[in-house]
């Protein structure tokens, strides 16, 4: 943040507080202009951030991704969806587990499709859908 935008910052809940104690259609209309254009000097000073981030950048996609990635989500990692699973009556809760029991789970679906899929009798002849040969 630049330092004027530092300054308004601090100063940003002052209208609001004046507003809200002594609420006039003159101090709410002030608020609302103060709040506009804090918020777009703030989207300005953002994009010219980013913009000079990227152009940093040039071409090399790893530095972009890291920008991306600090921007979206910044330190944070989300938390595990799954904490618990249920398989055959028994409870797992270590997450090497349930990863353990997806992975063979998923692992296992091709070979357990295709064993229940009963053969056709009907075989297809693929000749007929290609034109005369050469």
């Known amino acids: 943040m630049t330092p004027g935008l530092v300054k308004c910052a601090k100063r940003k809940s002052y209208p609001s507080e004046v507003y809200k104690n002594h ?72 997450e090497k587990e349930i990863k353990r029991e997806f992975t063979s789970y998923f692992a296992s679906i091709g070979s357990l499709t295709a064993n229940s899929v009963s053969e056709s009798s009907y075989i297809c002849d693929f000749t007929r859908y290609l034109g005369p040969s050469c």
Request: hydrophobic fraction near 25%.
């Open 23 to 94: 609420p006039t259609p003159e101090r709410h209309h002030r608020f609302k202009e103060y709040r506009k254009i804090f918020k777009s000097a703030t989207l300005r000073a953002k994009t010219n951030y980013y913009s000079r981030k990227s152009y940093e950048c040039g071409r090399d996609m790893k530095k972009t991704w890291m920008i991306i990635n600090s921007t979206v989500k910044p330190g944070h990692l989300p938390p595990s969806l799954l904490t618990k699973l249920k398989l055959d009556g028994k409870d797992i809760h270590k």
